[in-house]
């Protein structure tokens, strides 16, 4: 069984940081790649960032030039360096990654989400 478990969500002012953190786990043969998104309430998912095994990045408008994803293939983890927070960033974040799965080919897992609040 494949899984996906964020960690490193909080409460932080405006203006701070945090990093989120993803670590997968079970039996697969490679990652592809690996995502964070956001859920608002009352709003839709959103991608946030995403990084492909070789290391290329994308991100949402909204957060160019304050957030950072990264990963270790190594250890199977895929980071969220969250800088400049905003109210607005005020959300669930969700891992997402592409497995490739003996017999079962490319299959898609999300984690359980972490949630991080920006407040004063």
């Known amino acids: 069984q494949v899984r996906l478990v964020e960690s490193g969500g909080g409460l932080v002012q405006p203006g701070g940081s945090l990093r989120l953190s993803c670590a997968a786990s079970?039996?697969?043969?490679?990652?592809?790649?690996m995502d964070w998104y956001r859920q608002a309430p009352g709003k839709p998912r959103e991608l946030v960032a995403g990084?492909?095994?070789?290391?290329?990045?994308n991100y949402a408008d909204s957060v160019k030039g304050r957030f950072t994803i990264s990963r270790d293939n190594a250890k199977n983890m895929v980071y969220l360096q969250m800088n400049s927070l905003k109210p607005e960033d005020t959300a669930v974040y969700y891992c997402?990654?592409?497995?490739?799965?003996?017999?079962?080919?490319?299959?898609?897992?999300w984690g359980q989400g972490t949630q991080v609040t920006v407040s004063s």
């Open positions: 990084i492909t095994s070789a290391g290329s990045t």
């Open positions: 079970g039996r697969f043969l490679s990652i592809s790649t």
């Open positions: 997402n990654a592409d497995f490739d799965i003996l017999k079962l080919g490319r299959q898609t897992y």
